[in-house]
């Protein structure tokens, strides 16, 4: 009887210190790529394609909302994916405040406003990252890729579109002179025999 309690006992602290080391090993695992992200080679963003013009400079420089984003957004040319996942909340907040201050006429239209929405979803991506385990460093990067790119469409769609009023506003007024050769033909003079030929 003895016999069996004291093998029950040994199999019992068997079973209790493999589960602490498959936690063990959990939290390693865990810390490992804590680590790798935090400690990884930064990879190259690519810079922003696009970057406003004057004209697209001067159509946003009462959008306090957009200015905020682009400052903002400086802080993932540099950073590590670590870095990126701790900044991702406040970016996603950035991102819904700059959809709901959206108060310009000329910018109240569905390709600006998918812009917007793009950059926002992807900024929620990127904080729902924060919440998984086990993401990589490179899907961190990627993600951090496509906002930048999103914003850079943004601006080129800024831009188009400043460009776009610089140039109704540069022909609006302008007239140009109808020239009308002598030798036409009009309704009210048919032409003759001579002119067809």
Same mark, same amino acid.
């Given at each position: 009887?003895?016999?069996?309690?004291?093998?029950?006992?040994?199999?019992?602290?068997?079973?209790?210190?493999?589960?602490?080391?498959?936690?063990?090993?959990?939290?390693?695992? @865990?810390? /490992?790529?804590?680590?790798?992200?935090?400690? #990884? !080679?930064?990879? %190259? &963003?690519?810079? *922003?394609?696009?970057?406003?013009?004057?004209?697209?400079?001067?159509?946003?420089?009462?959008?306090?909302?957009?200015?905020?984003?682009?400052?903002?957004?400086?802080?993932?040319?540099?950073?590590?994916?670590?870095?990126?996942?701790?900044?991702?909340?406040?970016?996603?907040?950035?991102?819904?405040?700059?959809?709901?201050?959206?108060?310009?006429?000329?910018?109240?239209?569905?390709?600006?406003?998918?812009?917007? @929405?793009? /950059?926002?979803?992807?900024?929620?991506?990127? #904080? !729902?990252?924060? %919440? &998984?385990?086990? *993401?990589?460093?490179?899907?961190?990067?990627?993600?951090?890729?496509?906002?930048?790119?999103?914003?850079?469409?943004?601006?080129?769609?800024?831009?188009?579109?400043?460009?776009?009023?610089?140039?109704?506003?540069?022909?609006?007024?302008?007239?140009?002179?109808?020239?009308?050769?002598?030798?036409?033909?009009?309704?009210?003079?048919?032409?003759?025999?001579?002119?067809?030929?």
């Amino acid at each position: 009887m003895n016999y069996l309690k004291i093998v029950y006992f040994f199999v019992f602290i068997l079973a209790l210190n493999s589960c602490k080391k498959n936690d063990n090993n959990q939290v390693n695992r @865990n810390s /490992i790529l804590t680590d790798s992200i935090a400690e #990884t !080679d930064k990879k %190259t &963003i690519r810079a *922003i394609g696009e970057t406003l013009s004057p004209e697209g400079k001067e159509t946003i420089k009462d959008w306090k909302e957009y200015q905020q984003l682009d400052d903002f957004l400086d802080n993932f040319y540099s950073s590590s994916p670590n870095e990126a996942l701790n900044l991702s909340k406040e970016l996603s907040h950035t991102t819904k405040q700059l959809i709901d201050s959206l108060k310009i006429d000329r910018f109240k239209q569905p390709d600006v406003s998918i812009r917007l @929405n793009v /950059i926002h979803n992807y900024a929620l991506r990127l #904080t !729902d990252m924060s %919440t &998984i385990p086990n *993401i990589s460093p490179s899907e961190v990067q990627d993600e951090t890729q496509n906002i930048l790119d999103a914003f850079s469409s943004l601006n080129k769609k800024i831009n188009n579109l400043a460009k776009q009023e610089k140039l109704e506003k540069e022909l609006k007024g302008f007239t140009a002179p109808i020239l009308i050769e002598e030798d036409s033909i009009s309704i009210n003079n048919p032409p003759t025999q001579q002119q067809i030929k």
